[in-house]
């Protein structure tokens, strides 16, 4: 199919953009476009405006800026980077391992992180990690800038917190905590689809080997991506014992609401949801303790 017809922007700075955006409404950012040229290719998205972000300069960056205790990816940042970022595979196996099962070679040498934060699909693994993660967002507008935890971005399917005029210009991932890890588990059909199911787990653990800080995030388990709050909250102060993984799996699975489609019907969903978290919660057990699960 051939989109709708459009007009194209291509803005040098980032002031400019969110000019372009504040002056036309339902203008879209084009960043790797592999989520937006579908839609608009299927006529599902038909935007008068492409504000095409990809020739600003200097937004490509992955960095960790200590004083702020903080990773910072900028909005060009794309899966590929991550992929093969030394500081990503070392010191944060969560996003490393989630970069890795995206799509196929050309889907992550142009998508983008933050394209896959703002464009909201609850199938898309970024957010889940994301939400593991304690992430947050940097929207800046117009108006300046604010930060958004994306525990308050994803409102319902495709649909997030940001205002037209808002463009995410960097995603912010607390620095790691010492003795944490984190694992990335997706269930698929085949080598480059998206989830049935994924999960994500960040953990960091106390003196003692108990769970001092935890995060779980789930990928196609609901109509947005899910942060399995009752989950994370029942293994702090414990260890991460049989017993106590096994009672967040299930915690997990009731934080879950999958629809039945031609990925599985809700029971096997569930089922796996709760298979998955046990294992990602294995993984990041095993990196946290210095092992290379
Ligand atoms: C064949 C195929 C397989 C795929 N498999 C997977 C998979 O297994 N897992 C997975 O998670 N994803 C998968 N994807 C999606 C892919 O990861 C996309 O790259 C990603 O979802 C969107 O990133 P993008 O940079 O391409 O965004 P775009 O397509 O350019 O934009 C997506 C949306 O976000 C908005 N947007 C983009 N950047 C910004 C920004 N900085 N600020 C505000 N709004 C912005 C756009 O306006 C648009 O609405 C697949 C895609 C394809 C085509």
């Known amino acids: 199919m051939i989109p709708a017809s459009f007009r194209y922007a291509a803005p040098r700075t980032v002031a400019e953009a969110v000019d372009l955006l504040a002056s036309h409404a339902d203008a879209k950012v084009l960043a790797g476009g592999h989520s937006l040229l579908p839609l ?6 038909t935007p008068p405006v492409l504000v095409d972000i990809n020739r600003i300069p200097g937004l490509d960056y992955i960095r960790e800026d200590q004083q702020a205790a903080q990773l910072r990816v900028g909005a060009l940042a794309r899966h590929v980077d991550f992929e093969r970022s030394e500081l990503i ?5 969560l996003l490393w391992d989630t970069a890795r099962g995206i799509g196929d070679p050309l889907v992550r040498n142009r998508g983008t992180l933050a394209g896959a934060v703002a464009h909201a699909d609850p199938a ?3 957010p ?7 992430a947050s967002v940097v929207a800046s507008s117009p108006r300046g800038d604010r930060t958004i935890p994306l525990t308050k971005l994803y409102v319902a399917i495709l649909t997030t917190s940001l205002a037209e005029d808002e463009l995410i210009t960097e995603v912010r991932v607390p620095l790691p905590r010492p003795r944490s890890g984190g694992a990335y588990e997706k269930l698929e059909r085949k080598v480059g689809d998206y989830a049935v ?6 953990i960091a653990l106390d003196e003692a080997d108990n769970v001092q800080q935890a995060g779980i995030g789930l990928c196609n388990a609901g109509s947005t991506s899910i942060k399995a709050t009752p989950a994370e ?7 991460l014992a049989p017993d106590n993984i096994n009672q967040a799996a299930q915690l997990a699975m009731e934080a879950s609401d999958p629809l039945e489609d031609d990925r ?3 029971d096997y969903k569930q089922a796996m949801v709760a298979e998955l978290t046990r294992r990602a919660l294995r993984r990041a057990l095993a990196r946290a303790q210095g092992g290379a699960a």
Do not use: C, E, S
């Open 197 to 202: 199911i994924g999960v994500g787990v960040q």
């Open 89 to 93: 595979r070392a010191r944060y196996p």
């Open 233 to 239: 909250a029942f293994l702090v102060g414990k260890p």
């Open 264 to 266: 599985g019907p809700i």
């Open 40 to 45: 608009m290719k299927l006529r599902l998205a």
């Open 124 to 126: 898309a693994d970024w």
């Open 128 to 134: 889940a990690a994301l939400l593991a993660a304690n």
